[in-house]
């Protein structure tokens, strides 16, 4: 299983366009792993987890044909996880003829959002209509919370991320030959329930959204501390292998400094700080 970093950033972005804190001055200058795109991440080459702003110009960046996707994973539908703009391009009208049909998995309140958002794009878009569908040359897998769907050699298990309750915002957990990666970002919390669900897993990766930075507290996301002991507590339970890796991704400028101080405060509390162009294998 092969991971790609397309963006590591929050809503926002990092550095803020407009903003003058020490942070993002210093991002500004030093530039490198301190520029955060927008979240995404592609498993393998046809993979895609979240549809965002910034996947395109990531995507050219590190040399990835996002003409080889045939599965997106949404998480849900903000604006820094799904760009409609982008979506709207499979139709005849933009891409021509013989793109390749995609498989969309999303919450049923996520799919209805995105419908909503493309109309903006394009009047009367609704992702369960069989026309427009057809027209965008889509499969669609309405999940919940707690269900798991096979898609082609991925066997993708849906948790719920307590992020955003009016879109039923969803975590997902990937299982492939016999390698597993839980991606959880815009996740607020793990539920009783979840925990139950990851006991099955023995993850080789987990990616967890900081949003906010060690001490830091906000709403709708954790922060480095919670990261911390959500990454403990996986470890003990052995629902992240003993070699496994975890990372954080989702990062604002809000208490998370600079990459390569996150990056110490990160290793001596036993994780990793993702960055942009991120490229994780495993062996075979
Ligand atoms: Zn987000
Ligand atoms: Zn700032
Ligand atoms: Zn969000």
Redesign the pocket.
Known sequence: MKLTFLGTGAASAYPLPFCQCAYCRTAREQKGKNLRRRSSVLINSDLLIDLGPDVFPSACEYGIDLTKVRFLLQT?A?S??FDPGHLITRIPEYAGQGISRWNLAASRETLRKMGRRLCGEEPGVDLFDPKWKEKLNLAVFPVSAGESIQLGTYHVTALDAC??ESEQ?LIYAVRQGGRELLYAT?LCRLEAASWEILKGFSFDYVILDQTYGPGTTGGGHLNADQVVEIIAEMRSQGILKPNGESYATHLSHEGNPPHNELARFAASRGYQIAYDGLVLETEE
């Open positions: 849900h903000h820094d996880h992020h955003d915002a815009d």
